[in-house]
Protein backbone atom coordinates (compact mmCIF):
# COMPACT_ATOMS: atom_id res chain seq x y z
CA UNK A 1 0.00 0.00 0.00
CA UNK A 2 1.48 3.61 -0.88
CA UNK A 3 1.27 6.37 1.83
CA UNK A 4 0.48 9.75 0.84
CA UNK A 5 1.12 12.73 3.57
CA UNK A 6 1.11 15.42 0.84
CA UNK A 7 -1.41 16.04 -1.75
CA UNK A 8 0.73 17.03 -5.12
CA UNK A 9 2.30 13.71 -4.94
CA UNK A 10 -0.88 11.90 -4.73
CA UNK A 11 -2.42 14.00 -7.30
CA UNK A 12 0.16 13.20 -9.51
CA UNK A 13 -0.28 9.16 -9.06
CA UNK A 14 -4.06 9.43 -9.26
CA UNK A 15 -3.80 11.92 -12.52
CA UNK A 16 -0.70 9.21 -14.21
CA UNK A 17 -3.22 6.19 -13.42
CA UNK A 18 -6.36 7.88 -14.53
CA UNK A 19 -3.97 8.33 -18.14
CA UNK A 20 -3.45 4.77 -17.72
CA UNK A 21 -7.09 4.28 -18.11
CA UNK A 22 -7.28 2.58 -14.11
CA UNK A 23 -11.00 3.51 -12.61
CA UNK A 24 -10.47 4.60 -8.55
CA UNK A 25 -12.59 4.12 -5.44
CA UNK A 26 -12.01 6.53 -2.48
CA UNK A 27 -13.11 5.55 0.91
CA UNK A 28 -13.06 8.82 3.21
CA UNK A 29 -13.12 7.86 6.84
CA UNK A 30 -11.51 9.24 10.27
CA UNK A 31 -9.53 6.46 11.33
CA UNK A 32 -9.73 3.68 13.82
CA UNK A 33 -10.97 1.49 11.34
CA UNK A 34 -13.14 -1.71 11.95
CA UNK A 35 -15.02 -3.78 9.57
CA UNK A 36 -17.63 -1.55 8.76
CA UNK A 37 -14.70 0.35 6.74
CA UNK A 38 -13.14 -2.38 5.60
CA UNK A 39 -16.49 -3.54 3.73
CA UNK A 40 -16.23 -0.15 1.97
CA UNK A 41 -12.81 -1.28 0.98
CA UNK A 42 -13.77 -4.29 -0.20
CA UNK A 43 -16.71 -3.16 -2.17
CA UNK A 44 -14.23 -0.71 -3.86
CA UNK A 45 -11.82 -3.00 -4.56
CA UNK A 46 -14.57 -5.02 -6.27
CA UNK A 47 -15.71 -2.51 -8.67
CA UNK A 48 -12.31 -0.27 -8.97
CA UNK A 49 -8.74 -1.03 -10.13
CA UNK A 50 -7.44 1.34 -7.04
CA UNK A 51 -9.09 2.03 -3.82
CA UNK A 52 -7.66 5.45 -2.44
CA UNK A 53 -8.73 5.62 1.50
CA UNK A 54 -8.22 8.66 3.94
CA UNK A 55 -7.53 9.39 7.49
CA UNK A 56 -9.03 12.00 7.95
CA UNK A 57 -10.72 13.32 12.18
CA UNK A 58 -12.17 16.01 10.07
CA UNK A 59 -12.21 19.31 12.51
CA UNK A 60 -15.10 21.41 10.42
CA UNK A 61 -17.51 18.42 11.26
CA UNK A 62 -17.67 18.21 15.29
CA UNK A 63 -19.75 20.29 16.63
CA UNK A 64 -18.76 19.58 20.31
CA UNK A 65 -14.69 20.05 20.90
CA UNK A 66 -14.75 16.94 23.84
CA UNK A 67 -16.00 14.81 20.96
CA UNK A 68 -13.26 15.84 18.84
CA UNK A 69 -11.10 15.64 21.54
CA UNK A 70 -12.13 11.96 22.45
CA UNK A 71 -12.19 10.72 18.84
CA UNK A 72 -10.31 7.84 19.15
CA UNK A 73 -6.43 7.82 16.91
CA UNK A 74 -4.63 4.50 15.88
CA UNK A 75 -3.11 5.23 12.34
CA UNK A 76 -0.54 2.66 12.90
CA UNK A 77 -3.63 -0.25 13.24
CA UNK A 78 -5.46 1.65 10.67
CA UNK A 79 -2.71 0.89 7.91
CA UNK A 80 -1.92 -2.44 8.92
CA UNK A 81 -5.87 -2.98 8.68
CA UNK A 82 -6.02 -1.30 5.23
CA UNK A 83 -3.20 -3.07 3.82
CA UNK A 84 -4.59 -6.58 4.85
CA UNK A 85 -7.70 -5.39 2.97
CA UNK A 86 -5.55 -4.69 -0.02
CA UNK A 87 -6.21 -0.68 0.04
CA UNK A 88 -3.99 0.40 -2.73
CA UNK A 89 -3.09 4.20 -1.50
CA UNK A 90 -3.87 5.74 1.84
CA UNK A 91 -3.77 9.54 2.27
CA UNK A 92 -3.05 11.17 5.80
CA UNK A 93 -3.78 14.63 4.91
CA UNK A 94 -2.65 17.77 7.13
CA UNK A 95 -5.27 20.29 7.99
CA UNK A 96 -3.44 22.86 6.27
CA UNK A 97 -3.93 21.00 2.96
CA UNK A 98 -7.76 20.16 3.32
CA UNK A 99 -8.31 24.00 4.58
CA UNK A 100 -5.78 26.41 3.54
CA UNK A 101 -5.70 29.77 4.48
CA UNK A 102 -5.81 32.33 2.06
CA UNK A 103 -7.52 31.83 -0.85
CA UNK A 104 -9.86 29.06 -0.03
CA UNK A 105 -13.64 30.16 -0.51
CA UNK A 106 -15.95 28.35 1.79
CA UNK A 107 -18.62 26.73 -0.20
CA UNK A 108 -22.05 28.02 0.11
CA UNK A 109 -24.72 24.72 -0.08
CA UNK A 110 -27.88 24.01 -1.01
CA UNK A 111 -29.17 20.96 0.99
CA UNK A 112 -32.75 21.17 0.07
CA UNK A 113 -34.00 20.31 3.34
CA UNK A 114 -31.93 17.18 3.92
CA UNK A 115 -30.15 18.72 6.64
CA UNK A 116 -32.94 19.75 8.47
CA UNK A 117 -33.57 16.70 11.22
CA UNK A 118 -32.23 14.13 12.29
CA UNK A 119 -28.03 14.70 12.90
CA UNK A 120 -29.01 18.17 11.02
CA UNK A 121 -31.07 19.42 14.03
CA UNK A 122 -28.69 18.19 16.39
CA UNK A 123 -25.45 18.79 15.44
CA UNK A 124 -25.67 22.21 14.36
CA UNK A 125 -22.93 23.21 11.55
CA UNK A 126 -22.45 18.63 11.37
CA UNK A 127 -23.94 18.30 7.92
CA UNK A 128 -21.34 21.74 6.65
CA UNK A 129 -18.36 20.42 7.70
CA UNK A 130 -19.31 17.15 6.03
CA UNK A 131 -19.97 18.83 3.11
CA UNK A 132 -17.22 21.28 3.58
CA UNK A 133 -14.45 17.86 3.47
CA UNK A 134 -16.22 16.06 0.60
CA UNK A 135 -16.19 18.86 -1.76
CA UNK A 136 -12.44 19.27 -0.66
CA UNK A 137 -11.58 16.10 -1.30
CA UNK A 138 -13.36 16.20 -4.70
CA UNK A 139 -12.31 19.62 -5.70
CA UNK A 140 -8.31 18.19 -4.60
CA UNK A 141 -8.17 14.41 -5.89
CA UNK A 142 -9.55 12.65 -9.15
CA UNK A 143 -11.29 9.57 -8.39
CA UNK A 144 -14.60 7.80 -10.00
CA UNK A 145 -16.80 6.81 -7.22
CA UNK A 146 -16.90 7.03 -3.49
CA UNK A 147 -18.12 4.90 -0.89
CA UNK A 148 -20.26 5.69 2.05
CA UNK A 149 -21.73 3.48 5.00
CA UNK A 150 -25.67 3.46 5.02
CA UNK A 151 -25.03 3.56 9.14
CA UNK A 152 -24.79 7.30 8.38
CA UNK A 153 -27.91 7.45 6.06
CA UNK A 154 -28.38 11.07 6.15
CA UNK A 155 -24.91 11.62 5.51
CA UNK A 156 -25.24 9.39 2.48
CA UNK A 157 -28.07 11.84 1.19
CA UNK A 158 -25.98 15.20 2.02
CA UNK A 159 -23.22 13.76 -0.32
CA UNK A 160 -24.87 12.51 -2.95
CA UNK A 161 -26.49 16.29 -3.07
CA UNK A 162 -23.46 18.06 -2.78
CA UNK A 163 -22.27 16.18 -5.78
CA UNK A 164 -25.67 17.11 -7.07
CA UNK A 165 -25.19 20.71 -6.86
CA UNK A 166 -21.76 21.03 -8.01
CA UNK A 167 -22.41 18.68 -11.06
CA UNK A 168 -18.91 16.62 -10.22
CA UNK A 169 -18.48 13.25 -12.04
CA UNK A 170 -18.50 11.22 -9.24
CA UNK A 171 -20.84 8.40 -8.43
CA UNK A 172 -21.59 7.90 -4.53
CA UNK A 173 -22.09 4.10 -3.43
CA UNK A 174 -24.15 3.34 -0.33
CA UNK A 175 -22.57 -0.03 1.41
CA UNK A 176 -24.91 -2.01 3.63
CA UNK A 177 -23.92 -1.81 7.84
CA UNK A 178 -21.92 -4.47 9.27
CA UNK A 179 -22.78 -5.08 13.16
CA UNK A 180 -21.74 -6.75 15.98
CA UNK A 181 -23.24 -10.40 16.84
CA UNK A 182 -26.14 -8.55 18.80
CA UNK A 183 -27.09 -6.03 15.88
CA UNK A 184 -25.05 -3.20 17.76
CA UNK A 185 -23.92 -1.06 14.26
CA UNK A 186 -20.02 -1.01 14.41
CA UNK A 187 -19.04 2.27 15.30
CA UNK A 188 -15.10 3.72 16.13
CA UNK A 189 -17.12 5.05 19.09
CA UNK A 190 -17.64 1.87 20.43
CA UNK A 191 -14.19 1.83 21.23
CA UNK A 192 -15.05 3.99 23.85
CA UNK A 193 -18.26 2.20 25.76
CA UNK A 194 -18.06 0.16 28.63
CA UNK A 195 -18.28 -3.12 28.15
CA UNK A 196 -22.18 -3.16 30.33
CA UNK A 197 -22.87 -0.05 28.14
CA UNK A 198 -21.49 -1.85 24.35
CA UNK A 199 -23.52 -5.12 25.55
CA UNK A 200 -26.73 -2.86 26.25
CA UNK A 201 -26.84 -1.07 23.41
CA UNK A 202 -27.50 -3.93 21.35
CA UNK A 203 -31.25 -2.88 21.77
CA UNK A 204 -30.91 -0.19 19.41
CA UNK A 205 -31.02 -2.15 16.42
CA UNK A 206 -33.08 -4.90 17.55
CA UNK A 207 -35.60 -2.14 18.47
CA UNK A 208 -35.51 -0.92 14.68
CA UNK A 209 -36.19 -3.97 13.62
CA UNK A 210 -39.23 -4.53 15.72
CA UNK A 211 -40.53 -1.30 14.64
CA UNK A 212 -39.68 -2.41 10.94
CA UNK A 213 -41.74 -5.91 11.38
CA UNK A 214 -44.64 -4.10 13.38
CA UNK A 215 -45.25 -1.10 10.73
CA UNK A 216 -48.12 0.54 10.30
CA UNK A 217 -48.34 4.45 9.92
CA UNK A 218 -51.61 4.51 12.03
CA UNK A 219 -49.50 3.31 14.86
CA UNK A 220 -46.53 4.83 14.04
CA UNK A 221 -46.84 7.31 16.80
CA UNK A 222 -47.60 4.67 19.66
CA UNK A 223 -44.82 2.27 17.95
CA UNK A 224 -42.38 4.76 18.33
CA UNK A 225 -42.97 5.44 22.19
CA UNK A 226 -43.11 1.93 23.39
CA UNK A 227 -39.56 1.83 20.90
CA UNK A 228 -38.38 4.92 23.19
CA UNK A 229 -39.29 3.12 26.15
CA UNK A 230 -37.88 -0.38 25.53
CA UNK A 231 -34.28 1.47 24.76
CA UNK A 232 -34.72 3.92 27.88
CA UNK A 233 -35.31 0.86 29.93
CA UNK A 234 -31.56 0.12 29.71
CA UNK A 235 -29.84 2.11 32.63
CA UNK A 236 -26.70 2.88 30.04
CA UNK A 237 -29.22 3.98 27.45
CA UNK A 238 -30.63 7.58 26.37
CA UNK A 239 -32.42 8.22 23.44
CA UNK A 240 -32.01 11.61 21.97
CA UNK A 241 -34.38 11.20 19.19
CA UNK A 242 -36.24 8.60 16.86
CA UNK A 243 -38.18 9.87 13.44
CA UNK A 244 -39.42 8.23 11.19
CA UNK A 245 -38.63 10.02 7.64
CA UNK A 246 -39.47 9.77 3.94
CA UNK A 247 -35.92 8.24 3.24
CA UNK A 248 -35.48 10.41 -0.09
CA UNK A 249 -36.60 13.89 1.07
CA UNK A 250 -35.73 12.91 4.86
CA UNK A 251 -38.93 14.63 6.02
CA UNK A 252 -40.49 13.79 9.23
CA UNK A 253 -43.62 11.16 7.83
CA UNK A 254 -46.46 13.25 8.00
CA UNK A 255 -49.02 10.77 6.07
CA UNK A 256 -48.54 6.96 4.38
CA UNK A 257 -47.70 7.95 1.38
CA UNK A 258 -43.88 7.83 1.46
CA UNK A 259 -42.19 4.27 0.96
CA UNK A 260 -39.61 3.83 1.44
CA UNK A 261 -39.34 5.43 5.50
CA UNK A 262 -36.18 5.51 7.21
CA UNK A 263 -35.98 5.22 10.89
CA UNK A 264 -33.40 6.97 12.48
CA UNK A 265 -32.43 7.13 15.79
CA UNK A 266 -29.39 8.56 17.66
CA UNK A 267 -29.17 7.63 21.48
CA UNK A 268 -26.39 8.51 24.11
CA UNK A 269 -24.69 5.59 25.82
CA UNK A 270 -22.97 6.90 28.96
CA UNK A 271 -21.56 9.58 27.62
CA UNK A 272 -20.95 8.50 23.68
CA UNK A 273 -23.48 8.96 21.26
CA UNK A 274 -24.56 6.34 18.98
CA UNK A 275 -26.77 6.47 15.99
CA UNK A 276 -28.75 3.80 13.41
CA UNK A 277 -31.43 3.69 11.10
CA UNK A 278 -33.45 0.94 9.70
CA UNK A 279 -35.01 1.45 6.04
CA UNK A 280 -38.63 -0.03 5.90
CA UNK A 281 -39.26 -0.75 1.92
CA UNK A 282 -42.96 -1.69 2.18
CA UNK A 283 -45.66 -1.33 4.82
CA UNK A 284 -45.62 -4.39 7.15
CA UNK A 285 -48.87 -5.52 8.97
CA UNK A 286 -49.25 -7.16 12.17
CA UNK A 287 -50.04 -11.06 11.80
P1 LIG B 1 -16.17 7.34 9.94
O1 LIG B 1 -14.74 6.91 10.05
O2 LIG B 1 -16.99 7.05 11.15
O3 LIG B 1 -16.31 8.77 9.46
O4 LIG B 1 -16.81 6.46 8.80
C1 LIG B 1 -16.23 6.41 7.53
C2 LIG B 1 -17.17 5.71 6.61
O5 LIG B 1 -17.42 4.39 7.11
C3 LIG B 1 -18.53 6.42 6.53
O6 LIG B 1 -18.98 6.37 5.18
C4 LIG B 1 -19.39 5.58 7.42
O7 LIG B 1 -20.76 5.62 7.09
C5 LIG B 1 -18.82 4.19 7.18
N1 LIG B 1 -19.17 3.29 8.27
C6 LIG B 1 -19.03 3.53 9.60
N2 LIG B 1 -19.52 2.50 10.31
C7 LIG B 1 -19.99 1.60 9.42
C8 LIG B 1 -20.62 0.33 9.54
N3 LIG B 1 -20.87 -0.23 10.72
N4 LIG B 1 -20.95 -0.34 8.40
C9 LIG B 1 -20.71 0.22 7.18
N5 LIG B 1 -20.10 1.42 7.01
C10 LIG B 1 -19.76 2.09 8.11
Known amino acids: MLIFKEVNALRTYLEASEEAGKTVGFVPTMGALHEGHMALIRASNASN ?11 AQFNEQSDFDSYP ?18 YLPKV ?26 FRPGHFFGVGEVIKRFIDLMPFHRMYLGAKDYQQVQIVKRVVEQFDYDVEVVSVPTEREAGGLAM ?60 ASTLQ ?17 ANGVRLIDNIVIEREYSIG
Not at 76 to 82: F, N, P, R, S, V
Not at 208 to 219: I, K, N, P
Request: glycine share 2%; aromatic share 8%.
Open 49 to 59: DITLSTIFVNP
Open 73 to 90: VQIEQDAAKLELENCTVL
Open 96 to 121: EEVYPSGDYEKPVFDFKGLDSQMEGA
Open 187 to 246: SSRNLLLSKEAKEAANVIYQTLSWVRDHYSFDQLDQLLEAAKAKINHSEHLEVEYLIAAD
Open 252 to 268: ILKNAEPTPVVLCISVW
